[in-house]
């Protein structure tokens, strides 16, 4: 069965902490990050890829990349088609979401949006 690359998008500890000492409201950095998570399109996925927002979290073995989605979410669980994966940011892989970058065996990378796949 072929194996998918999941990048997900997530903060680092120092970015937290930037974050936090000038305050949501004022951090460009967390507008960014907040609006691509919620509203992804092509040019805000490449732009947060291109800042280091998105690590590789795991590996899931499915048939195609809607399985992967359907593994990565109602059956997370599944560990032995899921290969969670240590991480800049020390966190597991959430469920997989819209915002989150699917990379097939071919090297091709797709982001989850709310109607499918957009190629990045």
Known sequence: MPSYKVYQMKLTDEQVDEINEQGAENSSLWRFYN?????????????????GLYDHMANIEAENRDQVVHIGNVEHSMSDKIEF????????MH????????????????????????RV
Request: net charge negative; glycine share 10%.
């Open 85 to 92: 994966l240590e991480n800049k940011f020390g966190r597991q």
């Open 95 to 118: 469920s997989v979401t819209i915002g989150d970058v699917v990379e097939d065996p071919d090297g091709t990378r797709w982001f989850v949006n709310f109607n499918g796949y957009e």
């Open 35 to 51: 609006d691509a998570n919620m509203f992804p399109d092509g040019d805000k996925v490449q732009h947060a890829w291109n800042r």
